[in-house]
């Protein structure tokens, strides 16, 4: 498979050769590496690599010679980490970017604003995908961003480079379990089926200590959220959601909703197939029915896995599993539709309550929610007490 290669004006010079691609884009990672023998040697930072028609490429960012083994490693951005290497900001004396046209129109307007025209263009023809009063979070990273508004329309991001530019355009997810086009026979994969999940969320908003605000959410069952607990005892499985910069108590309901329903999505499917059989988008939700231990999911693909050895390329395909089984998302808020996010999740063990008579789970859960958790890592209760005896 050629794998071209550009200056750093776009421009294509030739086909590496002889190369070792891995390249990862979605929920995380959105880069690439490619290792050449030192012989084959020819890119430099800035440039850019390319397989025609597909959204496999990116930017190098750094060159590295390991002259014991003899070979040059490239390593980059793919096309979706130079779009997540942009922020969005709302307008001056706004509070947040306020979205509204056919979403392709929206994807233009949003590459226009983080200047990155020079790379990108948009699908002319309409994607049948209407953004409709959509709150962009606020300083949100570009491709995060842009999944984030189209999964509130039920909507992906395909891109593909055409010799001169990536081609963003919006399309509406396909769902794999309904039209029947992927056969479980046809996949090499791991299925893990979780049926314990987080059911009550403790969501926390303004205010301090005693006058801090508190809403209790719960999931039923079947996954329906509500403030009505219906799971107790050994059932119950709690979890806190800290988000002290919310606006307002409907705001702390609608943001804790979304992630208790991100957190009631924890079945996990690993896929590996050959792509010129399926394809499918970072989106696509795909099905797989293990037959040793009936074990049925239906998941998301959040991230895709693509290597290129000795010419033969494999492609994989991932769900987001956080810690612990929990699902992942691009921030620790997992809002979308306009919700915003921007609270910070930590999981506590189902027995700890913030009412707890217990001096030290009081004290352990007043070291997580004073803590400065990064908003990409969910902390276990075990961290909380190894970070409390610490200090």
């Given at each position: 498979?050629?794998?071209i290669?550009?200056?750093?004006s776009?421009?294509a010079?030739?086909?590496?050769?002889?190369?070792?691609?891995?390249?990862a884009?979605?929920?995380?990672?959105?880069?690439?590496?490619?290792?050449?023998?030192a012989?084959?040697h020819?890119?430099?930072?800035?440039?850019?690599?390319?397989?025609?028609?597909?959204?496999y490429?990116g930017?190098?960012?750094?060159?590295?010679s390991?002259?014991?083994?003899?070979?040059v490693?490239y390593?980059?951005?793919?096309?979706?980490?130079?779009?997540?290497s942009k922020?969005?900001?709302?307008?001056?004396?706004?509070d947040?970017?306020?979205?509204?046209?056919?979403?392709?129109?929206v994807?233009?307007?949003l590459?226009?604003?983080?200047?990155?025209?020079?790379i990108?263009t948009?699908n002319i023809?309409?994607s049948?995908?209407?953004?409709?009063?959509y709150?962009m979070?606020r300083y949100?990273?570009?491709y995060?961003?842009?999944?984030?508004?189209?999964?509130?329309?039920?909507?992906?991001?395909?891109?593909?480079?055409?010799?001169e530019?990536?081609?963003?355009?919006?399309?509406?997810?396909?769902d794999?379990?309904?039209d029947?086009s992927v056969?479980s026979d046809?996949?090499s994969?791991q299925?893990k089926?979780?049926?314990?999940k987080?059911?009550?969320?403790?969501?926390?908003?303004?205010?301090?200590?005693?006058d801090?605000t508190?809403?209790?959410?719960y999931?039923?069952a079947?996954?329906?959220i509500?403030?009505?607990?219906?799971?107790?005892?050994?059932?119950?499985?709690?979890?806190?959601?800290?988000?002290p910069?919310?606006?307002?108590?409907q705001k702390?309901i609608?943001?804790?909703?979304?992630r208790?329903?991100?957190?009631?999505?924890?079945?996990?499917l690993s896929?590996?197939?050959?792509?010129?059989?399926?394809?499918?988008?970072?989106?696509?939700?795909?099905?797989a029915?293990?037959n040793?231990?009936?074990?049925s999911?239906?998941?998301p693909?959040?991230?895709?896995?693509?290597s290129?050895?000795?010419?033969?390329m494999s492609?994989?395909?991932e769900?987001?599993i956080?810690k612990n089984?929990t699902?992942?998302s691009g921030s620790?808020?997992?809002?979308?539709?306009?919700?915003?996010?921007?609270?910070?999740?930590?999981n506590?063990?189902?027995?700890?309550?913030?009412?707890s008579?217990?001096?030290v789970?009081?004290?352990?859960?007043t070291?997580a929610l004073d803590?400065?958790v990064?908003?990409d890592?969910e902390?276990?209760?075990?961290?909380?007490?190894n970070?409390?005896?610490?200090?």
């Open positions: 498979m050629d794998l290669y550009t200056n750093s776009m421009q010079i030739g086909v590496m050769k002889a190369y070792d691609l891995d390249l884009f979605g929920s995380d990672e959105n880069d690439f590496e490619i290792k050449v023998d012989n084959n020819c890119c430099e930072a800035g440039y850019y690599v390319y397989i025609i028609g597909t959204e490429g930017v190098i960012d750094a060159v590295i390991d002259t014991e083994t003899g070979e490693t390593t980059g951005r793919t096309w979706h980490g130079i779009l997540n922020v969005i900001c709302p307008d001056a004396g706004q947040y970017l306020t979205l509204n046209n056919e979403a392709n129109g994807l233009n307007s590459i226009t604003r983080m200047g990155l025209t020079s990108f948009v023809y309409a049948d995908l209407e953004i409709s009063n709150k979070p949100v990273t570009g995060d961003g842009i999944m984030q508004m189209l999964k509130s329309v039920n909507g992906k991001l395909v891109l593909s480079f055409d010799g530019k990536v081609i963003l355009s919006a399309a509406p997810i396909a794999h379990t309904k029947g056969s046809a996949m994969f299925v089926k979780t049926s314990k987080i059911n009550h969320l403790i969501c926390l908003g303004q205010g301090e200590l005693k801090r508190v809403v209790h959410l999931a039923d079947s996954g329906s509500s403030q009505t607990q219906t799971l107790t005892g050994a059932d119950e499985y709690a979890a806190v959601y800290d988000y910069s919310t606006e307002s108590t702390l609608a943001d804790g909703t979304s208790l329903a991100e957190l009631q999505k924890q079945d996990d896929v590996s197939l050959n792509e010129t059989e399926y394809a499918f988008d970072v989106g696509d939700i795909v099905s029915i293990d040793v231990t009936g074990i999911v239906s998941v693909i959040s991230k895709k896995i693509v290129i050895k000795n010419d033969y492609v994989s395909y769900t987001a956080g089984g699902s992942s620790s808020g997992g809002s979308s539709g306009g919700g915003g996010g921007g609270g910070t999740f930590i506590v063990d189902a027995a700890l309550s913030l009412t008579a217990n001096p789970q009081n004290k352990v859960v070291a803590s400065k990064d908003e890592e902390m276990t209760i075990l961290d909380v007490v970070m409390w005896n610490d200090t």
